[in-house]
C-alpha cells in the first residue's frame, strides 16, 4: 500500500508457528493487515496483508497401553488424569492416535481320510469404543486377514496370523472436549475411555479354529489448550 506514519511500539511476538507438513494442523485468519517500518528515522512504514497461523499455546499428551487376549474383557480403560491440563487453561482440541498390533494361532484339520481338502480362512478383528460419540467415527473399522490352504487327508496345520494396523486418528467431540475440560487442573479426577476389541473367524470346511488370539494397543491423546 502507499506509504503513511506509523507509531512505533514495542512487542513481544511468540514462537509459535504451524508446519503445513506435519502431523497436526492449525486454522489460518486470513489477509491480516500489517505494517512494514520502511524508514526508523521518519517512522515512514508500509501496509500489506498476510495469512497468520492461529496456533494452540500448548499441546500437552497423554498415552495408556494395553495386551491382552482377545476378547478385551473387561473393557480396557484409560484414565486421562485431570490435572494433565492445567488449572485455568481451555480445552481447544483432542485428537486420538492408535497404533495396533495383533496375532493369532489358528489350528486347522482336514478329517477326510481320503481327499486333499482346500479352503480360505478368514480371521476380522472387531475394534469398539464404549462410547462412540466421543469421537468423529468409531474405532471398529475392521481390517481382515485371509489365508488360502490345502491339507493333506488326515493331517493337520498349524498357521500364524500377524496384522499391523496403519497408525489410525480420531477427532474428539463435543463431549469428550467437555469431560477434559471440567477435570482440568484436578488431580483426583479423570477422563475414562473406554476400548473393546474382539474377532470373528471363517474357517471354511477345515476343522479347528483359533487357538491363541492377542492384541496389543497404544492409544496416544494429543489435547491442544491455550
Do not use: H, K, M
Not at 29 to 58: H, K, M, R
Amino acid at each position: 500500500g502507499a506509504p503513511t506514519t506509523c507509531f512505533v511500539n514495542d512487542a513481544i511476538c511468540g514462537g509459535c508457528f504451524c508446519n503445513a507438513g506435519g502431523r497436526f494442523t492449525c486454522e489460518e485468519q486470513l489477509d491480516v493487515v500489517s505494517y512494514g517500518l520502511v524508514d526508523p528515522e521518519t517512522n515512514v512504514c508500509t501496509e500489506f496483508t498476510q495469512n497468520l497461523a492461529i496456533c494452540p499455546q500448548e499441546t500437552v499428551t497423554f498415552q495408556c497401553t494395553n495386551v491382552d487376549r482377545v476378547t478385551w474383557s473387561p473393557t480396557f480403560v484409560c484414565s486421562i488424569p485431570g490435572d494433565l491440563v492445567p488449572a485455568g487453561a481451555t480445552v481447544n482440541r483432542v485428537v486420538l492416535y492408535i497404533l495396533q498390533a495383533s496375532n493369532a494361532t489358528v489350528v486347522l484339520r482336514n478329517q477326510n481320510t481320503e481327499f486333499d481338502l482346500s479352503g480360505t480362512v478368514t480371521l476380522t478383528y472387531v475394534n469398539v469404543f464404549a462410547t462412540p460419540s466421543d469421537w468423529d467415527r468409531n474405532w471398529g473399522d475392521t481390517e481382515t486377514e485371509t489365508i488360502a490352504l490345502t491339507i493333506p487327508p488326515s493331517s493337520e496345520t498349524t498357521e500364524d496370523i500377524f496384522q499391523l494396523r496403519a497408525v489410525q486418528s480420531f477427532e474428539g467431540q463435543a463431549s469428550i472436549i467437555s469431560q477434559i475440560q471440567s477435570a482440568a487442573g484436578n488431580s483426583g479426577a479423570t477422563t475414562d475411555v473406554g476400548f473393546n476389541v474382539d474377532f470373528v473367524s471363517d474357517i471354511s470346511d477345515f476343522q479347528g479354529g483359533p487357538t491363541e488370539v492377542f492384541s496389543a494397543a497404544v492409544f496416544l491423546f494429543a489435547v491442544d489448550i491455550s
